[in-house]
């Protein structure tokens, strides 16, 4: 729970929904910190990435949705090759469909994934250091949220075993 900058002993749902909201709050605070966020090559690399990731890994009616949201980002940056704040929120909401795909999970999720990093990415370099830390803290805290959430919701009263705790901890770190 410290380590997703709870202050708990437990992981019970209360904990897990506080941390959820804290964390969010954090990015959007972020996002309106930071007055710019360019379309570096870093950022194109990687979008360009996770476009031929979706080429070479999904068929033909799972690659329209992500190729519809590559086009989304990509235009959303437009000519000038940056985005403001409110723009980066809208792209990367809980309810955008950049979101939905990654929840859809699989090869789909995968993708959505990386093309929501390569945002992530674009606003980390983009921020001023103060607000970058930020970030990166808040970042970390999500990873160790994400981590914990499915052993969490298997615990009724909160408390991980080890053992159940051990797969997603490798898996993610």
């Known amino acids: 729970a410290?380590?997703?900058?709870?202050?708990?002993?437990?992981?019970?749902?209360?904990?897990?929904?506080?941390a959820r909201d804290r964390i969010g709050n954090v990015f959007e605070s972020v996002a309106q910190r930071v007055p710019v966020i360019k379309s570096d090559a870093q950022f194109q690399n990687d979008l360009l990435q996770a476009a031929t990731d979706a080429e070479s890994t999904l068929d033909a009616a799972k690659q329209a949705p992500v190729i519809k949201q590559f086009d989304n980002i990509v235009n959303t940056f437009g000519k000038g090759g940056q985005i403001t704040g409110d723009q980066y929120l809208s792209l990367t909401a809980k309810n955008s469909i950049l979101s939905k795909a990654i929840a859809q999970g699989g090869d789909v999720g995968m993708v959505a994934s990386q093309m929501k990093d390569a945002l992530y990415g674009a606003l980390e370099r983009s921020a001023p250091a103060d607000v970058a830390k930020d970030l990166q803290k808040a970042r970390y805290q999500w990873k160790v949220m994400r981590t914990l959430e499915n052993p969490a919701a298997k615990s009724p009263t909160g408390e991980i075993s080890p053992a159940l705790l051990m797969a997603p901890v490798i898996k993610n770190f």
């Not at 410290?2 to 506080?18: H, I, K, R």
């Open 2 to 18: 410290n380590e997703m900058g709870e202050n708990a002993d437990t992981l019970t749902p209360d904990v897990m929904a506080a």
